[in-house]
Every structure is written in structure tokens, then in C-alpha cells.
């Protein structure tokens, strides 16, 4: 197993570097550690947590969305972050140092694996390709590509997303891969590739089957309820439905998630949560990404393995469900990919695809 490590760096020809990457000098408060401290959260003012305990609250009893929901939403996203004052600056150290750069604490995350069986996890949308108004125009780039289909030849490798499988599938198009799609409620293993462990099973399991024909008549539900508001759009994930509001006016954003929550409220098996840029209606189940990474570890004949190291790296807040499992477990890490603080269980940080990449 202790091989593993070496030919990760080796297969990856990877320089540990802060040169030409954006901002070095935010990356090199965190260098100075040796471990990231081991807190559950980070990077949030008591205002913003504030914030996102109303939404929380709000949205499990069905209430109308109000301007907390604006406010938290408005907080968090980049185009609204014009001007940075000394305070927010001292924030983002503060959480750089709680969730140092995973490029410089490289080194001690291939000391810490050394010896184990490297699983990795990984989101799609904001993480292997960038964040785009047109979803259906998320493309992964062919660097991109080539870097996943080589961190799968030393170990499994899983990408784990909100999208439709098949949908992931089309943009990714590597078969020696797991594919979880709907935030795991749709997964299939490889159809080619080495198996990694003697007691891995094959895989091909969807916890919400049926749910299907209630998700295909919710969506056409909001397609409708939307379609009078520009910009909004509606995408069935087969086992979930995704409402985009990236491109939506922000002075409508409450009255579509009003439009939305009316729909939702007339079926009680779904439930509503709040993704980046994205409403996202899913089953009421017991399953999220952390039980898709549990599922898979299992399916792997890791369940109960003590070597066992495994990596999950997003960008979302569906991706926490993940990151809280590792915390859980004691095993391995979560690594966030953000550009600005967000409250968060991961252990490590990038700032954009691309730094994922050079991780791979």
C-alpha cells in the first residue's frame, strides 16, 4: 500500500508550489503548520450562521423564503464580494489556517496515507469543472479528464454529484470509474478497469426507485410554475430535481423560491434544500452523499477497514454530508474547493478547479 503513495507523486509529476497560483501569499499562513486543527466548522460570523439557522428552519417547516434566505445567498456568492475590508480579510485567514491549502499540506496528507488504500470522491459541477450559467454547458476540460482517468489507475475513484447519473456520465466519459448520481441515489460501478479489492461487489443500486414517477410529475409541475420567471431553470436529475437561479434577477430570487416551496408543499415524500445557486427537491430518504460514500467504501470491502484512506473533494453544501462522515469516521479528509470562507467540515481547501487538478 505504501507504494501507492509514491506513485501518486510520481504519475502526477507533482511540484509543490505556490508559484503561479492566485494570491501565494493567503496560502502561506497556512504552510506554517505542521496538522490542521481538527474543529467541525469554520469561516462564519455569528450574522451569517445566524442567517443560515433561519433558512435551515424555514425551509424544514415550510415557510415562506424570506430576506435571510437573499441575505445568506448574497453573502456567499463571489459577485457580491466587491470590496474587502480589513475585517473580512482577517476572516479569510482565520479560516485559511482552520482549512489550509491542501496544495501546501501535501506533504503531511501523503505522510498521514502512507500505508493505506487511497479512495477517492469527488464532486463534479465546481470542483472538475467550473461553475457555468448554462448547466447543461458544464464541461470538464481535457486536462481534466486525463488527470482522472490517471488517479484512476492507482486508485478508486468515484465522482459523486447532485446531477443525473447518465448526464455525468456524458461529460466525464471514463467507464473505469463509480458514478453517484442524484447525491447518491443513483449508483453504478465500473463497466471496465481493475478491481481494487478482492471482496469489492458489483455495483448498481438506486434507493429511490420509487420515487421516479412523483419526480418526472414534480418536474413538470415547475417547469411550469417557473417558466414566468427569466433566467430561472428547471433540470430533472432523474431521482431529484435541481431549480437553477444563477442567472435569475436577485430581486426575484424570493419570489421563485416561494413558487417553489408551493409545489413542494403539496407532496410531502420530497423535501427542499438549498444548493449553490440551486434548489434542490429530492426524496424524503435517508441517503445524501455522506451514505453514497459510506455505500461505496462497503461495495469496495472497506466498510470496516482500519487501512482504508479515503478523499472526498466539493464545493457544495450537499458535499458537507460527506465531509462530516470522514469527521465521523476518523478516516482519511474532506477537501473544500471555495474562494472565499464558508462554513464547512473539511479539513482542507482549494480555490478552484484547477488547484484540483494539480492535487490529483
Not at 15 to 37: C, D, H, V
Not at 80 to 96: D, F, G, N, Q, Y
Not at 238 to 265: P, T, Y
Request: charged share 25%; with cysteine; aromatic share 10%.
Amino acid at each position: 500500500m505504501a507504494s501507492q503513495n509514491v506513485l501518486i507523486v510520481d504519475a502526477f509529476n507533482l511540484t509543490l508550489s505556490t508559484e503561479g497560483l492566485p494570491n501565494p501569499s493567503i496560502y502561506s499562513i497556512a504552510s506554517q503548520q505542521k496538522r490542521p486543527p481538527v474543529v467541525p466548522c469554520g469561516g462564519y460570523t455569528n450574522k451569517k450562521k445566524i442567517m443560515l439557522q433561519n433558512l435551515e428552519t424555514n425551509a424544514a417547516a415550510g415557510a415562506r423564503p424570506n430576506n435571510c434566505w437573499v441575505e445568506s445567498i448574497r453573502a456567499s456568492s463571489p459577485t457580491h464580494m466587491k470590496s474587502i475590508t480589513p475585517s473580512l480579510l482577517e476572516e479569510k485567514r482565520a479560516w485559511i489556517i482552520r482549512h489550509p491549502s491542501a496544495l501546501d499540506m501535501f506533504h503531511e496528507i501523503t505522510e498521514a496515507s502512507k500505508g493505506k488504500q487511497i479512495v477517492m470522491f469527488l464532486d463534479y459541477d465546481g470542483t472538475l469543472s467550473p461553475i457555468v450559467e448554462n448547466p447543461d454547458r458544464a464541461f470538464m476540460s481535457g486536462k481534466m479528464r486525463r488527470a482522472v482517468r490517471q488517479l484512476a489507475k492507482y486508485f478508486p475513484t468515484a465522482i459523486v454529484t447532485g446531477r443525473c447519473r447518465d448526464k455525468v456520465y456524458d461529460f466525464v466519459k471514463l467507464a473505469e470509474l463509480y458514478y453517484a448520481g442524484s447525491h447518491g441515489m443513483d449508483i453504478k460501478g465500473p463497466t471496465k478497469g481493475l478491481k481494487y479489492n478482492q471482496k469489492s461487489k458489483v455495483v448498481n443500486f438506486q434507493p429511490a426507485s420509487e420515487f421516479l414517477p412523483l419526480i418526472d410529475k414534480v418536474y413538470k409541475v415547475l417547469v411550469e410554475k417557473t417558466k414566468s420567471t427569466p433566467g430561472a431553470r428547471v433540470e430533472n436529475n432523474k431521482f431529484c430535481i435541481s431549480v437553477h437561479f444563477r442567472c435569475v434577477d436577485e430581486k426575484k430570487w424570493n419570489d421563485l423560491a416561494q413558487k417553489v416551496k408551493e409545489v413542494v408543499n403539496e407532496y410531502p415524500q420530497l423535501n427542499w434544500r438549498q444548493g449553490r445557486m440551486v434548489m434542490e427537491i429530492r426524496p424524503k430518504i435517508e441517503w445524501d452523499k455522506g451514505k453514497a460514500l459510506e455505500f461505496l467504501l462497503e461495495c469496495l470491502g472497506f466498510a470496516d477497514c482500519s487501512s482504508v484512506f479515503p478523499v472526498y473533494i466539493g464545493d457544495d453544501t450537499t458535499d458537507e454530508d460527506a465531509f462530516k462522515i470522514l469527521r465521523k469516521r476518523g478516516q482519511g479528509f474532506g477537501i473544500l474547493v471555495s474562494k472565499f470562507p464558508k462554513k464547512t467540515s473539511a479539513s482542507y481547501s482549494l480555490r478552484e478547479p484547477d488547484e484540483a487538478r494539480i492535487i490529483f
